[in-house]
């Protein structure tokens, strides 16, 4: 895979001074770059894309989605609302969830989404319930787990027994059996999502294998589907993994599908977001301590959670000058011939107050100064997303860069909001 396009150090710089810092900027031609790349590895076969809402939700993104004709995959109804805020319409989303609240699918009903993907017999009763109450029909699938092992991080793997994900398929009968006494639900479909993170085809391929077996199993029982959906799951390059190529990842999933007569939906989420994301932030202090370096600066745990969550690695790059190329375990022996220049191991921390606030550990660098900016890359997906309040720390602001401009997509939270909910004289029973 080609390098992701980068905005100029410049820019980033330039932003960073205007707006402050920490803030999550993303780069527009990286985005669209993708959902070409994507749409073309496809285009050899039927296939529709709903992007991942929760990777990056920002309205402005799944504006940009949108217009490059992607629908959206929701977990949530607040994801719902926001995909049609975007102006993605019903018909384009699909409904994914293991806890789908009564509130969330009479929501979903009302509107005509494209496809519940129902993850459990409970969920079946429930929306089947309220398709004759209200007297609209729902278009369901069954999202099945298919036990298969995604061979990615624990916390991110999502197709095996001992998940709470979709439905085993043993359970497949039983679920055909309910799904009769509902005449307002129309079975369209099939779909599992494996994992996020993947980096094998063979993953995907057995995916592709497992479901269009049992679409064939219930063109035999003449329920004739529409679709089968993939799911996400294709791995980007943080560090040193060996990522798929798009092609490569489409010839796996498409193969096992060709004389099926039905359409592939996909949902990807990272691919198409995470390169084109850079949080900026700027070093306030660095500190020798009598067992590490430590490079402290404004963001933290609570804009970019993945270093402290799961141990990832995204890539450093401090604005202004070169990336180093070389490894850590290179850059040893390097550094014995380097040892008058401020080069090291450092720890990139944030302020807030735990041990597991870092944004990277033990990384080879050239120790910055206070007021350097540093930007975090591959930030795109699961960065904002997944941002938090905790020590009272506003939401960064994000930015939407093209060549040579930008757009504040999303205003810096002020701190009044963080208590503007919190009422003195609340509600009592
Ligand atoms: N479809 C479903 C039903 C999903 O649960 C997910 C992700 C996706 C699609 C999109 O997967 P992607 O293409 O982005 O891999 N917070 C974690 C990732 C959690 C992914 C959860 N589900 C991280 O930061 O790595």
Not at 51 to 69: C, D, H, M, R
Not at 106 to 112: F, N, Q, T, W
Not at 140 to 153: C, E, G, K, V, Y
Not at 295 to 300: H, L, N, Q, R
């Amino acid at each position: 895979m080609s390098q992701p396009l980068y905005p100029s150090d410049e820019l980033l710089t330039k932003i960073a001074d205007k707006w402050g810092t920490p803030v999550y900027v993303y780069y527009a031609p990286q985005i669209q770059r993708q959902c070409r790349a994507l749409k073309k590895a496809f285009a050899h076969y039927p296939t529709e894309i709903f992007y991942a809402v929760k990777a990056n939700s920002n309205l402005s993104i799944l504006g940009l989605l949108k217009e490059q004709g992607y629908g959206a995959d929701v977990v949530s109804i607040g994801e719902l609302e926001r995909a049609l805020a975007a102006g993605i319409t019903a018909e384009n989303i699909v409904y994914s969830g293991v806890g789908k609240r009564f509130e969330e699918i009479r929501r979903a009903i009302e509107v005509g989404i494209r496809s519940f993907h129902v993850e459990s017999l409970q969920e079946l009763k429930q929306i089947g319930a309220l398709t004759d109450q209200l007297s609209q029909t729902a278009r369901i699938s069954f999202r099945i787990n298919p036990d298969i092992d995604a061979q990615t991080l624990p916390y991110i793997a999502t197709g095996m027994h001992g998940t709470k994900f979709g439905i085993p398929e043993g359970d497949l009968e039983m679920a055909l059996g309910i799904y009769q006494e509902y005449s307002k639900l129309q079975l369209v479909g099939l779909s599992c999502h494996l994992g996020s993170q993947i980096t094998e085809s063979r993953v995907f391929r057995a995916a592709g294998e497992r479901l269009a077996r049992i679409c064939e199993s219930l063109r035999k029982k003449s329920i004739e589907l529409e679709f089968l959906d993939l799911g996400g799951g294709l791995a980007v390059q943080y560090d040193d993994e060996n990522v798929l190529d798009v092609e490569e990842y489409a010839k796996a999933l498409t193969e096992p599908l060709t004389g099926t007569g039905v359409k592939l939906f996909l949902e990807p989420g990272r691919w198409l977001v995470a390169e084109s994301g850079h949080l900026v932030t700027r070093v306030l202090y660095t500190k020798q301590t009598p067992k590490k370096e430590f490079i402290i600066v404004d963001a933290s745990m609570t804009e970019l959670i993945r270093p402290a969550l799961y141990g990832a690695k995204h890539p450093v790059h401090v604005l202004g000058k070169a990336t180093p190329t070389f490894d850590l375990s290179d850059s040893k022996a390097l550094f014995a011939s380097l040892a008058q220049t401020r080069e090291g191991a450092v720890d990139i921390v944030g302020p807030v107050c735990e041990s597991g606030d870092f944004l990277i550990q033990d990384h080879w660098m050239t120790s910055p100064h206070p007021g350097d900016l540093i930007s975090f890359r591959v930030s795109g997906a699961y960065g904002m997303s997944m941002a938090s309040h905790y020590n009272s720390r506003p939401l960064p602001a994000e930015v939407l860069a093209d060549k040579d401009s930008a757009l504040v997509i999303r205003r810096r939270q002020s701190l009044e909001s963080l208590w503007s909910d919190e009422v003195s004289v609340g509600e009592s029973l």
